[in-house]
C-alpha cells in the first residue's frame, strides 16, 4: 500500500521560504511520478511541480525559478524547495504519486497525501 505524508507547511511573510517533504512508502519494483499540487480555499485543486520517472522536472509558469522539486532516494522523500513566496503561494499543498510498471502488483493508481498548509502573509 502505498502511502504520503507531507509535512513542512507553515505560515511566513512575503519573500520567505519553506521546504515541504513527502515521506513515501512505495513498491520497489513499481514506477512512480512524483507530483505536487495545490488547493486555495474557494478553488480548484492546481498542479504545482513534477518528477518524472527519468527525473525530470515539469513546473506551472507560476513558480518557475522560484521552486525545486527534487528527491531523495535512499531517504524515500520527496522535497518542494519554494523561496522568494508570495501571498498568492498561500494554499494546501499536497504530495501525490501515480504508479505504474511492469509488474501485476504495479496496478496504475494514483495515491494522495494528507496535505499540509502553506501561508505567505504580505
Known amino acids: 500500500q502505498v502511502k504520503l505524508v507531507e509535512s513542512g507547511g507553515g505560515s511566513v511573510q512575503a519573500g520567505g521560504s519553506l521546504r515541504l517533504s513527502c515521506e513515501i512508502s512505495?513498491?520497489?519494483?513499481?514506477?512512480?511520478?512524483m507530483t505536487w499540487y495545490r488547493q486555495a480555499p474557494g478553488e480548484e485543486r492546481q498542479f504545482v511541480s513534477s518528477?518524472?520517472?527519468?527525473?525530470?522536472?515539469s513546473y506551472v509558469d507560476s513558480v518557475k525559478g522560484r521552486f525545486t522539486i527534487s528527491q531523495d532516494n535512499d531517504k524515500n522523500t520527496l522535497y518542494l524547495q519554494m523561496n522568494d513566496l508570495k501571498p498568492e503561494d498561500t494554499a494546501m499543498y499536497y504530495c501525490?504519486?501515480?504508479?505504474?510498471?511492469?509488474?501485476?502488483?504495479?496496478?496504475?493508481?494514483?495515491?494522495w497525501g494528507q496535505g499540509t498548509q502553506v501561508t505567505v502573509s504580505s
Open positions: 501525490s504519486t501515480y504508479q505504474g510498471g511492469p509488474y501485476p502488483r504495479c496496478a496504475p493508481d494514483n495515491y
Open positions: 518528477l518524472d520517472t527519468d527525473g525530470v522536472a
Open positions: 512505495k513498491d520497489p519494483f513499481c514506477t512512480y511520478i
